[in-house]
Structures are given as structure tokens and as C-alpha cells.
């Protein structure tokens, strides 16, 4: 355990764990990790995102590993939604973004380099379905929601579902490494070097940043439902993965150490970047992002000693 600690997980969570001590002493600024992270997210993710799926072969492509993934994260998302709303009094465009932050973990940037590292090139295909299954199907159901929910722009909430869709520049290069994929085209070459020397910067940089502004959150006790939250995203999460995946679909290998990794991950940022944008309270939904990531080291440090 400790060796997969030391050399897969703890070398990614270091950029975090930089980034927080850089943005406690005052080195980097909220406006300054923003800024980063608008760069990775117009620059180097999209040429990640490309990359990785125009390079992956959907040959062994298994429909159940989708639908155990899918299974379990519906099971997380409705069921604290109905705890955040029901339960807990939360109103509901908060309680669906802490819907997402319990569903939505931040596979792209912390748990694809650490499953490369564990399970090699093999890792890709699970992890690329996962990031994909998120954007396209849970990022895009989350906006559409808010939308009917927290209407805040002009115009019907399907078009503006589209819109968002089509100006996202991480779905457009899914999409557009599908086309590459299925159309046969080789990025062998220059545009495959070009690709992969901007994607590289992806990870380290995203993650520096949610370490600024992870630095900033108040260092207090979190709330109850916080707390909550953490459990089924980091505990109960992996705990149906794992369920679905091998007794109830028995997965191989290949499939089921990086999908339990995924599920075992921290919850991703862009719950918080749909707080902003939609005028949604996001204090919540900032700490359930805190404590997972930092409690996140444990779960996949758990899930990789289990599973590689």
C-alpha cells in the first residue's frame, strides 16, 4: 500500500498539495489560479481530450462496463439529491449541484495519470468512457436542470443546453476525436507530437490551481452534509461500482481496477463553475470539493491496492 501510495498517487496529489502551500502564502492569487485554470481549460484539456480519444481503439469496447458505471452513478446522484433537497432543505439548483459534486469525480486531471501509472496504457479506454459518460450525459443533464431551475439567460433551456454543449471546448474535441477514430485518420505525426506536448500540461496545471484555490477555503470544520456528501462520492460510490461491475456484469480486469479508481476519486471542479455561472450558492459545493480531494488520497490509494 505504501508503495503504490509513494509512487502513483501521492506524485499527482504533490501538484495539489504545491499549489495549496503556494496560494496559503500568498505566492498565487484566486485571480491568478482562474486564470490558469481558463488556460488549461481553452488550451491544453481540449488537446488532451483529442489525443486520448482519437488514439484509443473502441474494439474492446464493453456496453456493460458503461452501464455498471452509469448505474452507480445514477444511484449517487438521485439519492443525494433526495437527501440534499428532501432531507436537508437545500434549495434545489444547490442541491443538484451537490448532486454532481457526489457523481462527477475529477477523472482527467487526478485519476488518469495515477491509473496510467498503475495499470499502463490499458487504463486509457475505461477512463476516456468515464470522462465521457460525465460530459455528454451528466455535465449536459446538470445544465439542462439548472436551466429549467435557475434560469438566468434569455432564450429556451434546450438551445441554451446546445449552446453551452457546442461551446464547450472539451466536448468538441470528444467529438471531434470520435470523428478522427472512427474515420481512421493517423495523428502519428506532427499534429500527435503537437497533442501530446500541449496535453501534457493538462493535469499538472489544473491541479496546481485547485490547489490555490482549494487554499482558500475556510479551514473549519465541515458541515454535516459535507461530510455526508464525501461518504457516498468517496465510500459508497466505489462500494456499487464494485457491485455492478463484478457480480452483477462480471467485468475483467481491464475494466474493473480503473472503473473502481474513477469511482473512488474526488469530486470534480465543474460543479463549482455551474454554481458561478447559474448564481448558484457554491460554499457547499466548494467544501465537498476540499475535503474529497484531500480525503480522495486515501480511497484511491485503497481502490488501487485492491484492484492493480
Same mark, same amino acid.
Given at each position: /500500500?505504501? *508503495? ?31 486564470a ?22 473502441f ?5 456493460f462496463?458503461?452501464?455498471?458505471? /452509469? ?22 439548483a ?49 445544465v ?29 474535441a ?6 478522427v ?7 502519428d505525426?506532427?499534429?500527435?507530437f ?29 458541515e ?13 460510490f ?7 461491475f ?31 455561472q ?5 460554499? /457547499?459545493?466548494?467544501?465537498v ?6 480525503? *480522495? ?12
Open positions: /500500500m505504501l *508503495s503504490i501510495f509513494l509512487n502513483s498517487v501521492l506524485p499527482v496529489f504533490a501538484a495539489v498539495i504545491v499549489g495549496y502551500a503556494f496560494g496559503h502564502a500568498k505566492l498565487f492569487s484566486i485571480a491568478e489560479a482562474h490558469i485554470n481558463k488556460t488549461a481549460f481553452y488550451f491544453f484539456v481540449p488537446a488532451l481530450l483529442f489525443k486520448l480519444v482519437a488514439q484509443v481503439s474494439d474492446d469496447f464493453d456496453v462496463y458503461v452501464l455498471g458505471y /452509469m448505474g452507480a452513478e445514477v444511484a449517487i446522484y438521485a439519492l443525494t439529491l433526495w437527501l440534499c433537497y428532501s432531507i436537508f432543505q437545500r434549495r434545489l444547490e442541491s443538484l449541484l451537490l448532486s454532481m459534486t457526489a457523481a462527477f469525480c475529477n477523472h482527467t486531471f487526478f485519476i488518469l495519470p495515477i491509473a496510467e501509472m498503475l495499470y499502463g496504457p490499458d487504463a486509457v479506454l475505461p477512463v476516456v468512457s468515464v470522462i465521457s459518460i460525465d460530459l455528454l450525459v451528466f455535465f449536459g443533464g446538470t439542462l436542470a439548472l436551466e429549467f431551475v435557475a434560469k438566468k439567460r434569455e432564450g429556451s433551456a434546450l438551445r441554451n443546453l446546445s449552446v453551452t454543449l457546442c461551446t464547450n471546448p472539451n466536448i468538441m470528444l467529438l471531434a476525436g470520435v470523428v477514430t472512427v474515420s481512421g485518420i493517423s495523428i505525426n506532427g499534429v500527435g503537437y497533442l501530446s506536448f500541449v496535453g501534457a500540461a493538462a493535469a499538472p496545471a489544473s491541479l496546481f490551481a485547485l490547489g490555490v484555490s482549494l487554499s482558500l477555503q475556510p479551514a473549519k470544520l465541515a454535516r452534509l459535507v461530510l455526508l456528501i464525501t461518504g457516498l462520492k468517496l465510500l459508497l466505489p462500494a456499487i461500482a464494485w457491485l455492478l463484478v457480480p452483477v456484469f462480471t467485468l475483467s480486469e481491464f475494466w474493473v481496477g480503473p472503473g473502481i479508481l474513477v469511482a473512488a476519486g474526488p469530486s470534480g471542479v465543474l460543479a463549482s463553475v455551474l454554481s458561478s447559474y448564481g448558484v450558492q457554491g460554499k /457547499m459545493v466548494s467544501q470539493i476540499l475535503v474529497t480531494t484531500f480525503f *480522495s488520497v486515501l480511497t484511491v490509494t485503497a481502490a488501487a491496492m485492491l484492484t492493480a
